[in-house]
């Protein structure tokens, strides 16, 4: 059985409904054995969500202190725990991805084993590069600025590194900074393209290249689902455009 590490990039607004719990009970379903790091983005009523988690050995809950934020931020953290800790070896795959891009089915990691991929997003679609003041400096200072046809976006900045890649890629994204959500929207793009060089230059997402769901024989657009839809994807996302502007509701 492979032994699975996920980093959960999270963000708490009182009155925005939190699917954390919901995340971590179906990661413990499926691979009970994994570990959960849970990087909290300076949300300031976590606890109201992180009370709501049943404590396990499996489960750690780490604070993003660093200038970085949204998921690069949080990867960063969750990395950085990972190789302090001397624990990289001993997961074949770190799952990255936000705290609404929710695990929904289970999915056989063996398969990319099969198929030798190192590095994949959750879901692809084609690269529009937009975002290009920031995306174009950032692959620039990474050398990796050439050779852009055909490589696909990261959707949601949510991916999957074996464990083979996942020092080359902290190297790759330690010193980003993310700050605001047009950053963000840009390291969709430019993650594409890392993902695409760690996995010996070849596109691959588990969900596939489209970002629709078929639920009940009814195609719907990803931003409409609801947590308890049955999709036939192994990821749900459900939308709630936060960004660096977003108040608590109440």
Known sequence: MDKLAFIIAHKYFR???SYLNYYVNNILRFYPSALILIVDNNSNNKE?????????????????????KFELGAYQIGIEYLIK????????????????????????????????????????????????????????KLGLLSNLDGVNLCWCNSFIISKNKVLELYNLIKNIIITVRHQSEASERYLGKILYELNDHRNFAIDGNDNTYNINGIIHDCHSIKINDDVDKYFCKIAQQKNERTKEKY
């Open 48 to 68: 109201e969500v992180f009370a709501t988690i049943n404590l396990s050995n499996n489960i750690r809950f780490l604070d993003n202190n660093i200038e970085c």
């Open 85 to 140: 800790n001397n624990l990289i070896s001993e997961y074949d795959f770190i799952v990255c991805s936000q705290d609404t891009y929710i695990i929904k089915n289970k999915f056989n990691f063996n398969e990319l084993k099969q198929n030798k991929i190192e590095a994949a997003s959750i879901l692809g679609l084609a690269n529009d590069w937009a975002k290009w003041d920031v995306v174009e400096p950032t692959l620039d």
């Open 15 to 17: 009155g925005y409904e």
